[in-house]
């Protein structure tokens, strides 16, 4: 497993933006599939981004267009710009990792061996 910090995240106005960034330990980094999912209250853990060690994304519908992930595998970190946000991007965003080397992309949880503790973002009309 991989420990994760994100940090990043707050309360933006409708419209405006966000980046929230996924600090990873591990000196095999660049070989981890990343993502990002997010919990809303009353809701289940959904897919939002994810990104494979060779850098191919996937995003969930809801955030085509809106959001971008990426990668530094220099310095063991992953992001996610948010724009253009609306009220219905409100939750906890968790940032995930894959730790078995040069793994498939997942949109499920259950493809993450590693887990940080979330940050709250919080899109306000």
């Known amino acids: 497993q991989v420990q994760l910090v994100e940090s990043g995240g707050g309360v933006v106005q409708a419209g405006g933006s966000l980046r929230l960034s996924c600090a990873a330990s591990g000196r095999t980094f660049s070989s981890y599939v990343m993502g990002w999912f997010r919990q809303a209250p009353g809701k289940e853990r959904e897919f939002v981004s994810s990104i494979s060690w060779n850098g191919s994304t996937r995003y969930a519908e809801s955030v085509k267009g809106r959001f971008t992930i990426s990668r530094d595998n220099a310095k063991n970190m992953v992001f996610l710009q948010m724009s253009s946000l609306k009220p219905e991007d409100t939750a906890v965003y968790y940032c995930?990792?894959?730790?078995?080397?040069?793994?498939?992309?997942?949109?499920?949880?259950?493809?993450?061996?590693?887990w940080g503790q979330g940050t709250q973002v919080t899109v306000s009309t």
């Open positions: 995930a990792g894959n730790s078995r080397p040069l793994s498939s992309l997942s949109l499920s949880p259950v493809g993450y061996d590693s």
